[in-house]
């Protein structure tokens, strides 16, 4: 059992119950919305408990309603909720998303609200005493988008090299968090050089080093211990601890992709703290993300430790 420290956003997505909307055909597409808890770095909180981890959730939810019901969702659940700040006038984050027919999600709007208006923009603490004792940090990158949630994050990052606490940071680009998409690029490559453990999405990987290739980012992030690649329903590389590898996708019928990366990633630092093999790691981590595509939302959607293993031994893969 590992002890993770989550930062950044937790949020609600509010999911579009018509499948097949977009964002680009007006609003009239989209008749009505289901409120699902998520924001990447409370999906893998609460990935890694289900799992049976230890996970200690730091972020900025608003003095309201959907605040408080957030960090009720997480508490429930069994996340260590006391670095969750409340500011008193910056309102939660909703972000509106669409799916098309095959589940795959498109993220929209925040209601009017301007992006860099909402709490979790607004972190201003880190609680140091919740690094004692942790094992690893996993990071976004969405908070290196606002002055107070960027200069949060670099003090985790401070804090876990002090105590020898591992860094995985997950790109997890959305352009539309971003005032200057083009101005992310820089921060997003300083924050991914302290990292120990770096995840990418495909199309990440590309905008950002121009490769789709574990090994050859290694010139780029000479202090990387693993370097892991996704590329949705498709063929997962790594480079994990000196071993190079691949593995296939689970072939599932996805019902909504929302928070299937973040599944993934929780179990990869499940698999890291317990000391499994590179192919191993990368393997539980997959069937982690494939068993979260099988149902709406992120969190509600997660699949437990034992239901992880019954599908691997199922599939055979």
């Not at 607004?122 to 988008?145: C, I, K, N, W």
Request: charged content about 20%.
């Amino acid at each position: 059992m590992s002890t993770i420290i989550c930062l950044g956003e937790v949020l609600f997505d509010l999911l579009a119950d018509q499948i097949g909307a977009k964002f680009d055909q007006g609003a009239d597409q989209v008749k009505s919305w289901t409120p699902l808890a998520g924001g990447a770095p409370a999906n893998v909180a609460c990935g890694l408990v289900k799992m049976g981890d230890r996970s200690r959730f730091i972020g900025c939810v608003g003095d309201d309603q959907t605040g408080r019901d957030l960090t009720a969702k997480l508490q429930s659940i069994g996340v260590d909720v006391s670095g969750i700040q409340r500011h008193p006038t910056a309102p939660t984050r909703q972000v509106q998303v669409v799916r098309d027919m095959a589940g795959d999600r498109s993220f929209g709007g925040f209601g009017g609200v301007p992006a860099d208006q909402f709490a979790d923009a607004m972190l201003s603490e880190v609680p140091a005493q919740l690094f004692v004792g942790a094992d690893f940090l996993q990071l976004g990158t969405l908070a290196l988008a606002y002055p107070a949630s960027a200069a949060s994050t670099w003090r985790a990052v401070e804090l876990a090299k002090a105590q020898g606490i591992k860094i995985l940071v997950d790109v997890n680009w959305r352009p539309s968090f971003w005032s200057d998409p083009a101005a992310a690029l820089a921060p997003i490559r300083q924050l991914l050089v302290k990292a120990d453990y770096i995840k990418f999405a495909k199309e990440e990987a590309e905008l950002l080093y121009g490769d789709t290739v574990p090994l050859p980012l290694c010139k780029h992030l000479p202090q990387a211990q693993g370097i892991v690649i996704t590329d949705g329903g498709n063929v997962c590389k790594y480079w994990l601890h000196g071993m190079q590898g691949e593995q296939a996708a689970f072939p599932v019928a996805a019902m909504d992709t929302t928070g299937a990366g973040d599944a993934f990633v929780a179990g990869l630092l499940h698999q890291l703290g317990a000391g499994q093999s590179a192919a191993e790691t990368v393997r539980y981590g997959s069937a982690a993300g494939a068993l979260t595509t099988l149902k709406p939302g992120a969190i509600d959607a997660q699949p437990t430790h034992a239901e992880i293993l019954d599908f691997m031994r199922k599939s055979g893969k």
